[in-house]
């Protein structure tokens, strides 16, 4: 397809036939160590989606699935308390975000070849990438677990209403308990991040 592209290309801009030439000679011949070549021609710098990135988000997906598959085999009672007070299912990336946009390009692109089994679904409060990480960062100990529990649910999944908690950091007031006691720093195992 790729090459004829450049075919394609080569005969509506004759200025440039020569280009378009050398890269279909680096497909016709498999010239590997050029491929890189092609590649800088199709994509604008800036605008990939980083390996990171794809990472990131099959691991999001993952989480996500793990935690719908349990929640769908709980009791009714069971299930509506923790669908009702957590946030257990995907609400998306937000393209207008200039943090989450390729997350939500890659997101797309699964989407578009059926390699994404779950749908996103909208919140009164959609969550944000923030969130997101924040909640990768609680399922990482269960990540090798072919099941959750409720338990688990609970330690990974946001709590509803604790959104703005993930997004600004918690200050802490020592200077009462420091005074004539040498002072101690616990790190907190919650993670607390900026919305910048």
């Not at 959750?148 to 007031?173: N, T, W």
Request: hydrophobic content about 35%; aromatic content about 12%.
């Amino acid at each position: 397809m790729i090459f004829n592209q450049f075919k394609l290309f080569s005969i509506l801009e004759p200025s440039n036939k020569e280009s378009y030439k050398y890269y279909m000679d680096i497909l016709t011949e498999g010239i590997i160590k050029h491929y890189p070549d092609i590649l800088e021609c199709i994509c604008s710098e800036g605008d990939e989606v980083q390996s990171e990135i794809s990472d990131e988000v099959d691991l999001l997906i993952e989480m996500f699935n793990k935690i719908e598959s349990a929640v769908n085999f709980m009791e009714k009672s069971q299930k509506r308390i923790i669908t009702d007070k957590y946030h257990v299912h995907f609400n998306g990336f937000d393209p207008d975000n200039n943090k989450e946009i390729q997350h939500y390009t890659y997101f797309n692109f699964l989407k578009r070849y059926g390699e994404v089994c779950g749908e996103e679904r909208s919140d009164a409060f959609n969550l944000s990438l923030h969130h997101y990480r924040w909640m990768i960062k609680k399922y990482e100990p269960y990540m090798h677990s072919n099941t959750l529990s409720v338990k688990q649910i609970k330690r990974i999944c946001l709590k509803k209403g604790d959104e703005s908690q993930v997004l600004r950091p918690v200050y802490r007031d020592f200077s009462e308990a420091a005074v004539g006691h040498g002072m101690h720093v616990i790190k907190e195992p919650e993670l607390y991040l900026h919305d910048n």
